[in-house]
């Protein structure tokens, strides 16, 4: 098993940035794909991005492409989210997640039902 804690969502103006941070503890960190997603009320979680267990592939969803940034340091047990112009449309709960099943890409990255592992969110809010 793995445990997952995120930290640094914020209050952020429109165009800002933030960096959320996930650690990991329990299990070999390399062994998990790891990804983002997001939660805004009354909404269904989201996907936002993923990374591969080596960091060498990510995938963004579209409406976050070219602004965040998904990376990992397997050293640190460590999954990063640098988010930048952030809208307020980008204000949710943002939560990372794991999963051991499923190594190589495909659409199940960005369903919420591959991650066994879940952290307990961190609340990002972007004002206008």
Known sequence: QVQLVESGGGLVQAGG??????????RTFSTY??????????KE????????RSGGFTYYA???KGRFTI??????NTVYLQMSSLK?????????AAQDK???????????RLYDYW??????????
Do not use: H
Request: glycine residues 8%.
């Open 17 to 26: 940035s933030l960096r959320l941070s996930c650690v990991a503890s329990g």
């Open 33 to 42: 794909g790891m990804a983002w997603f997001r939660q805004a009320p009354g």
């Open 45 to 52: 979680r989201e996907f936002v991005a993923a990374i591969s």
């Open 62 to 64: 579209d409406s976050v």
């Open 71 to 76: 990376s990992r340091d397997n050293a640190k």
């Open 88 to 96: 307020p449309e980008d204000t949710a709960v943002y939560y990372c």
């Open 102 to 112: 499923v190594s190589t890409f495909g659409s199940s990255w960005l369903q919420t």
């Open 119 to 128: 952290g307990q969110g961190t609340q990002v809010t972007v004002s206008s």
